[in-house]
């Protein structure tokens, strides 16, 4: 069975950062791809970044230049770095894995920015 663990998420202040994790129970090569989104209370789910199997990475352009995603192949795990954080950046980060035809999701973990 698939499962896909966050961890990471709290607290930072405006400029801060913040180092998110999303371990999953299977080779992450088993997917298409794997995406971490982030939503707000009554907002819609938003990509924030995506990784291909073998492939680049797209970032949202509000986050471009301040979050990196990134990999650990023999731990199973993705990151998510996330710099220069911003208030506007306070949301349920939720990691994603594709392998046509199923999707996985993580539980999420809560970011919040603020002073």
């Known amino acids: 069975q698939v499962r896909l663990v966050e961890s990471g998420g709290g607290w930072a202040q405006p400029g801060g950062s913040l180092r998110l994790s999303c371990t999953t129970s299977?080779?992450?090569?088993?997917?298409?791809?794997m995406a971490w989104y982030r939503q707000t209370p009554g907002g819609q789910r938003e990509l924030v970044a995506q990784?291909?199997?073998?492939?680049?990475?797209v970032y949202a352009d509000s986050v471009k230049g301040r979050f990196t995603m990134f990999r650990d192949n023999p731990k199973n795990t993705m990151y998510l770095e996330m710099n220069s954080l911003q208030p506007e950046d306070t949301a349920v980060y939720s990691c994603?894995?594709?392998?046509?035809?199923?999707?996985?999701w993580g539980r999420g973990t809560q970011v919040t920015v603020s002073s």
């Open positions: 299977v080779s992450m090569f088993t997917f298409e791809t």
């Open positions: 990784a291909a199997r073998y492939g680049s990475r």
């Open positions: 994603n894995a594709h392998s046509p035809p199923d999707n996985y």
